[in-house]
Antibody, heavy 120, light 108 residues
Framework: EVQLVESGGGLVQPGGSLRLSCAAS????????MIWVRQAPGKGLEWVSY????????YYADSVKGRFTISRDNAKNSLYLQMNSLRAEDTAVYYC?????????????WGQGNLVTVSS | AIQLTQSPSSLSASVGDRVTITCRAS??????LAWYQQKPGKAPKLLIY???SLESGVPSRFSGSGSGTDFTLTISSLQPEDFATYYC??????????FGGGTKVAIK
């Protein structure tokens, strides 16, 4: 069974840093591209970042470019999101996700979500 | 960047009703569209991909149609467990993923 389990969220002050982790199991992690998506309280879904299978290609939404860094450790079956210079508008539930049976354009598997709150 | 506009933003319906949600793309995207269902406090769940393909395990009362710029998600007979928020999604060159604003389906 495919499982994605996020951790590392919590309360942080504006300007602070936080590192989210996503532990993958039930599939060959190194064969799948991975994505982070976030959802601000009461709002819709927003794509945050993408990483290729090897980690050599990374993309970021304009809203986080230069502040967030996505990475992965295929030996540890883990995905990460390093978040620096956090702002109030980064407050959201962060989901890691990967493709499902429909192919790499769609997110068939999601983690349970991890809340990040940026507030003083 | 391609934008996705969902309508309505919310609706009220009764169990057994036929429900249709629309997603309009700002430019043609062929059949590259997915639909997700999200319940409060839960992660989104993929229902439909490639505009009309049913994800494995999803009940057949859910169906998708459309191509180009206009797409619909139809629930043929609304069930109590279907009350949720629904999102459409497209995969771009950049930004990689675009989501619609969501449609909340509530109990009448």
């Amino acid at each position: 069974e495919v499982q994605l389990v996020e951790s590392g969220g919590g309360l942080v002050q504006p300007g602070g840093s936080l590192r989210l982790s996503c532990a993958a199991s039930g599939f060959t992690f190194s064969k799948y591209e991975m994505i982070w998506v976030r959802q601000a309280p009461g709002k819709g879904l927003e794509w945050v970042s993408y990483i290729s299978t090897s980690g050599s290609t990374k993309y970021y939404a304009d809203s986080v470019k230069g502040r967030f860094t996505i990475s992965r450790d295929n030996a540890k079956n883990s995905l990460y999101l390093q978040m620096n210079s956090l702002r109030a508008e980064d407050t959201a539930v962060y989901y890691c996700a990967r493709e499902g049976t429909g192919g790499s354009n769609y997110l068939g598997y999601w983690g349970q979500g991890n809340l990040v709150t940026v507030s003083s | 960047a391609i934008q996705l506009t969902q309508s309505p933003s919310s609706l009220s319906a009764s169990v057994g009703d036929r429900v249709t949600i629309t997603c309009r793309a700002s430019q043609g995207i062929s059949s590259g569209l997915a639909w997700y269902q999200q319940k409060p406090g839960k992660a989104p769940k993929l229902l439909i991909y490639d505009a009309s393909s049913l994800e494995s395990g999803v009940p057949s009362r859910f169906s998708g149609s459309g191509s180009g710029t206009d797409f619909t998600l139809t629930i043929s007979s609304l069930q109590p467990e279907d009350f949720a928020t629904y999102y459409c999604q497209h995969f771009n060159s950049y930004p990689l993923l675009t989501f619609g604003g969501g449609t909340k389906v509530a109990i009448k």
